[in-house]
């Protein structure tokens, strides 16, 4: 069993839909948790960083952490063309980016 | 403010032939961090380098390797190259050892043939 699974998708919502990417892990040890968002041909972009249980919002990103479940979220609002990319969830038990475990990606395509 | 940048783009080398990547952090950032992210295998931690010194490495092989220059440039080595080793190189760089805030290159697509 992988330490952090994520649904490969490919996912493809309509503009203005809520978009929801979830992954789940194993390691109970796991304190930091992240998402990236990576274009095609381009490297990750950190999007979201959260290190407790709880909703952390930015702007039409949410991030949900539910330690109990073993289980994150991130949630797009209002969803646009340009969301469309591939978000990778990530996650650590040590305060070291070299620890981060990543998941696999979920490719997601906003139709216009 | 310059993001982390790598060079080259792309690569294209012949196998059993040497690679040779390059990355120059975000200014202050003393932490360099190397990953390879291949076709269905998503990121897999390479090396990391900290203050010059190689500070951990992933499950590769001794033929990946690297180092660190006193402006915190990192370069990293592949030797004998083989046809597995085709993927995207990733630089990430972080302030500091005790920090998870990656901040990504755009990558090096190497190409063995």
């Known amino acids: 069993q992988k330490e952090v699974e994520q649904d490969p998708g490919p996912l493809s919502v309509p503009e203005g839909a809520i978009v929801s990417l979830n992954c789940t892990y194993s390691n109970s040890a796991f304190q930091y948790f992240m998402w990236y968002r990576q274009y095609s041909r381009k490297g990750p972009e950190l999007l979201m960083y959260?290190?407790?249980?709880g909703n952390k919002e930015d702007g039409r990103f949410t991030a949900q952490v539910d330690k109990s479940s073993k289980y994150i979220s991130l949630f797009i609002r209002d969803s646009q063309p340009s969301d469309s990319a591939t978000y990778l969830c990530a996650m650590s038990s040590y305060s070291s980016a070299s620890k981060i475990i990543f998941g696999s990606g979920t490719r997601l395509s906003i139709r216009p | 403010e310059a993001g982390v940048t790598q060079s080259p783009t792309h690569l294209i080398k012949t196998r059993g032939q040497q690679a040779t990547l390059r990355c120059s952090p975000i200014?202050?950032?003393?932490?360099v961090y190397w990953y390879q992210q291949a076709l269905g295998l998503g990121l897999q931690f390479l090396l990391w380098y900290d203050e010059g010194e190689e500070r951990n490495r992933g499950n590769f092989p001794p033929r990946f390797s690297g180092r660190q220059f006193p402006n915190y440039s990192s370069e990293l080595n592949v030797n004998a190259l083989e046809l597995e080793d085709s993927a995207l190189y990733l630089c990430a760089s972080s302030y500091g050892t005790a920090n998870t805030e990656a901040f990504f290159g755009q990558g090096t697509r190497l190409t063995v043939v």
């Open positions: 959260t290190y407790s249980s």
């Open positions: 200014s202050g950032h003393t932490s």
